[in-house]
C-alpha cells in the first residue's frame, strides 16, 4: 500500500509551470533542429531538383569581375548589432540562368580593415557562396571553403540576410532584373513584404 501525502497547492503549481516549461523548451529544441525556417518558398523537398524540365540544378561557373572601384561601392542596412559597415558594387552585379545573383562585397571595420569577397546568393534555396577573396593588388584569391550555406538570420553580422530579403530575393525567386536589384540598392528601397 502506497502512502499518500498531502500536496500543498503552491508545489502543485510550480510543479505544472515547470512541466509547461520544459514542454515549450523541448517544442523549441525540435523546431531548431529541423531547420524549418523558409523564407518566402525556399525550403523545398529537393532544391536541386528543376520542376520546368526534370533535369538536377547546376550552377555555372563564375566568372570573377574586376576589382571593386570606390565610385562603385554602395553601403546597405544590415543590423542595429553589426559590428562592420557592408558595401556592394553594383557594376559587379549579375543574376545568372542558374538563378545565382553574384555580386563584389566589401566589409569595413570601424578600426579601418577592410575585406574583399566575390558572393553569390541563391534566392530558391535561401543559400550564400564564397568565390573568392580581393587582394590589396586588386587581384583574386578563390575561396577554400566554398560550399553553399544556409543563410543566417540571426548572427550580428547578417549581410547575407538583409541582402536577400531586402534586394535580392522575393518569394524564393530573383527579385527582378539586374538592372531593378542595383535599382534597389543604390536607391536604399528594399523589396516590401507583398510587393
Known sequence: MALVLPVPASAKKIVQLLAASLLLLGCATYVHATDTFDIGGANKLNPDFDDDDGKAWQEIKA???PAPQAANLVSFYVSP???MNFFIDVNSISADKDGVVRYTLVSKSQGG???VSYEGIRCETYESKMYAFGQKDGSW???RLNDWKRISESAGNRHHAALAQDFVC???MVAGKVG???D???LNRPIKPGS
Open 113 to 115: 580593415a577592410e575585406n
Open 81 to 83: 548589432t553589426a559590428t
Open 141 to 143: 584569391s578563390r575561396a
Open 170 to 172: 522575393h518569394d524564393g
Open 184 to 186: 534597389r540598392i543604390r
Open 180 to 182: 531593378d536589384i542595383r
Open 63 to 65: 566568372v570573377l569581375p
